[in-house]
């Protein structure tokens, strides 16, 4: 179950199914994404072909992406009680 997202955009979308502050390129995938994510307990539960799961290191250590499009990234982690957290949209570039 999807807990906290931090990115605005990406929180209307979910709650609100309102697409302002994403980019309408991404709108499908991050639905996608966004339902999978709610469903998932775990970080392999994320391991999808195309979404290329990967954990992050440095900074953002603790916390796994998925592949959105081009250099964005969708990150997220996992709280002991299985709900995904801190979910965030971000362009690593």
Do not use: C
């Amino acid at each position: 179950m999807i807990r906290t997202i931090r990115h605005k955009g990406l929180a209307a979308l979910y709650e609100k199914d309102q697409t302002k502050g994403v980019q309408q390129g991404q709108i499908k995938r991050l639905r996608a994404i966004l339902t999978r994510l709610d469903a998932a307990s775990n970080p392999a539960d994320m391991d999808f072909p195309g979404l290329r799961l990967h954990p992050l290191k440095g900074d953002l250590a603790g916390f796994y992406a998925v592949d959105v499009s081009g250099n964005w990234r969708m990150v997220f982690r996992f709280d002991a009680d299985g709900d995904a957290t801190d979910i965030d949209l971000i362009d690593y570039h």
